[in-house]
């Protein structure tokens, strides 16, 4: 569990558990804030995927499907008599998302609740808006459209080329998402920038029809990366959604 989930142990005196989902070219690191911005009776854990800092050694996933089956089995082996919940951010949304469903396939019992950040099932493209291809071949045109890139990673070659290794394939794991309209068994709540040039008009609204259970979509000011400058935002309404919806089993 050491690997994929930081820190490796959720805090015991916590009573909700929260698992944190990384975006595309990303690590567990996205989310070193977080924890300190819950209530203590929330504990955080982030997911590392293959490929990046400390799993850099390793081979990343370039397919959807033995990503999520992998990453559904060390959460099922992780889970305690606690309700938890998943939040992801662009591929991380896809990620909880699909985590979800196989989580309630294999009889693991749903999270409390899910929280899906800058991506959708419909009207979602990261492609290249010339040519159509769903991801660019060249993974860095992504992040300069978005604006992503730290300024210390595009400088120091070793940073760039891990850069690109990862963005390459967690773009492929991307790209390998068919959409099936497959439904959650819990609350789902969306957040998205307002000016997100990676999601069609309304289409966060499309987790509607995934969910017994809608909580409606928050807008914030910003583009596909709002989620840096609305941290605190976000993380007081995750907060208190957690606090309502995530009963002591």
Excluded at 36 to 53: D, E, H, I, K, M
Excluded at 80 to 96: I, K, Q, T
Excluded at 109 to 135: E, I, K, M, N, R
Excluded at 137 to 143: C, Q, R
């Amino acid at each position: 569990m050491h690997r994929w989930l930081h820190p490796s142990e959720a805090g015991p005196d916590a009573d909700i558990r929260l698992f944190l989902l990384h975006h595309s070219g990303g690590a567990a690191t996205a989310y070193r804030d977080w924890p300190a911005l819950f209530p203590g009776s929330v504990t955080c854990q982030a997911v590392q995927l293959p490929g990046r800092q400390d799993r850099r050694g390793e081979e990343p996933y370039t397919r959807l499907a033995p990503l999520v089956g992998d990453l559904a089995g060390v959460l099922a082996a992780d889970l305690d008599e606690r309700p938890y919940a998943l939040f992801g951010h662009s591929m991380g949304a896809l990620l909880a998302y699909r985590v979800t469903v196989e989580l309630a396939r294999t009889g693991v019992p749903a999270p409390a609740l899910l929280a899906v950040s800058g991506w959708s099932p419909q009207g979602f493209h990261a492609g290249d808006p010339q040519t159509g291809d769903p991801y660019p071949f060249d993974p860095l045109a992504l992040t300069t459209r978005l604006n992503s890139l730290p300024a210390g990673v595009a400088a120091d070659p070793r940073l760039l080329d891990e850069a690109v290794r990862t963005l390459r394939a967690d773009g492929a794991v991307c790209a390998d998402h068919t959409d099936d309209h497959a439904t959650v068994p819990c609350p789902l709540v969306a957040y998205t920038g307002r000016d997100d040039p990676l999601l069609a008009p309304e289409a966060l609204h499309a987790w509607a029809g995934r969910t017994p259970d809608y909580l409606g979509c928050r807008t914030y000011p910003g583009g596909h990366f709002y989620l840096h400058t609305h941290t605190g935002a976000v993380t007081a309404d995750l907060g208190q959604l957690l606090l309502r919806h995530a009963e002591p089993r």
